[in-house]
């Protein structure tokens, strides 16, 4: 059965730091993967997605993400934090029948000044 | 976009509650996840043009409706504090369509 594993509970990095969240997926064949964020008391929003094609995938707000078939990750990048960015972070395959997606467990970011 | 209605509700167990949904408009296919505290979504079931299409580990008191309006509903009867959680509305384009689009879920507590 897919799966998706998100390896940090909770990070901490200070404003203008770069930041790296860590997602493994477990998944047969070639899996459609999502990132998204949930800020406290709101709904997910959609960060960026890879279905095929350039490994590197650019999204909202700097955010990008690198799909990796020999790692089964799909880790997601930002060059500069911004406070805002403080959120939750949801990493996500969509399975084979493509109508459930699979979450993880989410990454929780902690922005000091 | 995709909204929800109530933002929050109170219910006792043993009680039955109706959360409701409308769909980003021209999206014929809805999703409903649970999201219980510190977790990630979970999800229920999905609704294409009005027929469940799929269904995850949710006991059959987990109950929904899609109308041609589009706007859905989730029932769950005899609630129970475990279901205590924000539930989420995602609608897309077509059944096969992977993307989702997520409402801000309504807050569910249960004592």
């Known amino acids: 059965a897919q799966s998706v594993t998100q390896p940090d509970i909770h990070i901490t990095v200070s404003e203008g730091a770069s930041l790296e969240l860590r997602c493994n997926y477990s998944y047969g064949a070639t899996p459609y993967l999502f990132w998204y964020v949930q800020s406290p008391g709101q709904g997910l929003q959609l960060l960026l997605k890879?279905?095929?094609?350039?490994?590197l995938v650019q999204g909202i707000k700097g955010f990008e993400a690198e799909f990796k078939r020999s790692q089964s990750s799909f880790n997601l990048r930002k060059p500069s934090v911004h406070w805002s960015d403080a959120a939750e972070y949801f990493c996500a395959v969509v399975d084979t029948g493509g109508f459930k997606t699979i979450f993880g467990a989410g990454t929780r970011l902690f922005v000091k000044a | 976009g995709v909204t929800q209605s109530p933002t929050h509700l109170i219910k006792t167990r043993g009680q039955q509650v109706t959360l409701r949904c409308s769909s980003q408009s021209g999206h014929n296919t809805v999703s409903w996840y649970q999201q219980a505290l510190g977790q990630g979504p979970q999800f229920i079931f999905q609704?294409?043009?009005?027929?469940?299409?799929g269904r995850g580990n949710f006991p059959p008191r987990f109950s929904g409706l899609q109308f041609p309006n589009d706007s859905s509903e989730l029932n769950v009867n005899a609630l129970e504090l475990d279901d205590s959680a924000l539930y989420l509305c995602a609608s897309s384009l077509d059944s096969g369509e992977v993307t989702q689009y997520f409402g801000p879920g309504t807050r569910l507590t249960v004592l």
């Open positions: 609704y294409y043009r009005e027929e469940e299409n």
């Open positions: 890879y279905f095929s094609g350039d490994t």
